[in-house]
């Protein structure tokens, strides 16, 4: 026993060594933004307990830095509610507000509104199986626009324009975590971003860089999360791969045609580590990264990120 729990420390120390040392080429994609993968049953860092909750009610505040490839700089302060309504059923609420910045602009605003229900289907004493049904819903349409009245491309825009659909479940045990999702844009982006607008601008050899979103409409994505976790008294650790496949390509429309993005389908695999700390049965903190193992070639959705940062408080009561 005392051999297992000097090993557990020195993974949990590792992991920490492995966060703080992370060079700046860190990568997340698909939720950086869209965010159903940190959606009830599908977030990540569940604690396992087959006890009764005692409290019913938590709320998270997070700051969030993302860089993308185009030497954007995006900022997001999300605040995430989550109200049980018994030992079985909780309810999630994601209000972020996003400030992007770039060599075409700026753009600020509250972004895409997150609604989730989840229900405790298993409760065993070795694991539980949970389920989640939700939603996403539009602050408005991405068409913010730079000082000059351009569309800004979508990796500036603070809304995703799209009412989505998402369903997910997972298995929790003590120290492993399995959660599979998916989630479905139900209409287009009204999006107007293409690179002509940019035409014969001192920016166009930057816009030009950017993928065309004109009336974009995402494709379908499937999540798959693979978690294991080490939890001290007051210390957790985790790290796992986080898996994002997009099986049908993006489309847009230029002029009066309707044409799929290139790159935009396929998998993005990002390898993840973070750390935890427990201050009370009240309060606690947690910080992530997330290591580019696999991206797809075109985002016109805006979602890939080159460096990611998260620092998370929670407060239960």
């Known amino acids: 026993m005392f051999y ?6 020195i993974v949990a ?13 860190v990568f997340a994609q698909g939720c950086s ?66 400030y992007a910045e770039g060599r075409l602009g700026s753009n600020h605003g509250l972004g ?10 298993i409760n065993k004493e070795r694991f539980q ?21 351009r569309v800004l491309p979508m990796y500036y825009q603070n809304t995703l324009g799209t009412y989505d659909f998402i369903a997910g479940i997972s298995v929790i045990t003590r120290n492993w975590l399995i959660a599979t999702g998916y989630q479905r844009a139900l209409n287009r982006a009204n999006s107007q971003f293409l690179w002509r607008d940019w035409q014969g601008t001192p920016n166009q050899i930057w816009s030009d860089h950017y993928p065309q979103a004109n009336q974009l409409f995402r494709g379908d994505d499937f999540m798959l999360r693979v978690e294991y976790n080490l939890r001290f008294s007051r210390f957790n650790a985790n790290t796992g791969l986080l898996g994002i496949y ?9 002029g009066e045609r309707e044409i799929n993005v290139d790159g935009s389908d396929g998998l993005a695999l990002t390898y993840l580590v973070g750390l935890g700390y427990k201050f009370n049965v009240r309060s606690a903190i947690k910080i992530g990264a997330g290591f580019r193992l696999r991206r797809r070639a075109k985002n016109p959705d805006g979602l890939s990120r080159e460096f990611v940062n998260t620092v998370t408080y929670q407060f239960n009561f």
């Open 4 to 9: 297992l729990n000097i090993q557990n420390r």
């Open 13 to 25: 120390i590792a992991c920490l060594l492995l966060i703080y040392f992370t060079p700046k080429r």
């Open 33 to 98: 933004d869209a965010g159903f993968c940190t959606m009830g049953a599908m977030k990540p860092d569940q604690h396992f307990s087959n006890k009764i909750k005692l409290r019913l009610r938590s709320i998270e505040f997070s700051h969030y830095l993302g860089l993308t490839k185009f030497d954007n700089r995006i900022l997001a302060y999300t605040v995430d509610f989550n109200v049980g309504f018994n030992d079985k059923t909780t309810l999630q609420i994601k209000l972020p507000y996003q």
């Open 112 to 121: 895409d509104i997150s609604l989730s229900l989840s229900y405790n289907l």
């Open 129 to 149: 199986v949970n389920a989640t049904l939700g939603t996403k819903i539009p602050t408005g349409a991405p068409n913010s626009t730079s000082n000059s009245g």
């Open 246 to 254: 997009r099986p049908t390509k993006d489309r847009i429309k230029v």
